[in-house]
Nanobody, 121 residues
Framework: QVQLVESGGGLVQPGESLRLSCAAS????????MGWYRQAPGKERELVAT???????DYAESVKGRFTISRDNAKNMVYLQMNSLKPDDTAVYYC???????????????WGQGTQVTVSS
């Protein structure tokens, strides 16, 4: 069984920064692509950023230049540095990861429970 646990959310003012962390634990043979998604009230969940095991990244247009995704493969962690935050960034942020639990297992996607980010003056 695999768990993903996010941390680092909170209430900040516009223009400020936050760093989200996500820790993967449990039976993990290999972590593949990891990512961050977000869901604002009344809206569908949307992609924020992804990072491959080798470090290749992809970002939503709305966060390019402000957010940076990174990972630590040795610690099974993924991070999201969020700078110049805007009220429109307010949402619950979820991390996910494509995980193999064994040498012969298929890759499956796991999700965390989410962490609230609120940007307001």
């Amino acid at each position: 069984q695999v768990q993903l646990v996010e941390s680092g959310g909170g209430l900040v003012q516009p223009g400020e920064s936050l760093r989200l962390s996500c820790a993967a634990s449990g039976t993990i043979f290999r972590l593949g692509t990891m990512g961050w998604y977000r869901q604002a009230p009344g809206k569908e969940r949307e992609l924020v950023a992804t990072i491959t095991r080798g470090g290749g990244t992809d970002y939503a247009e709305s966060v390019k230049g402000r957010f940076t995704i990174s990972r630590d493969n040795a610690k099974n962690m993924v991070y999201l540095q969020m700078n110049s935050l805007k009220p429109d960034d307010t949402a619950v942020y979820y991390c996910n990861a494509d995980i193999r639990t064994g040498y012969l297992s298929v890759e499956t996607r796991s999700w965390g429970q989410g962490t609230q980010v609120t940007v307001s003056s």
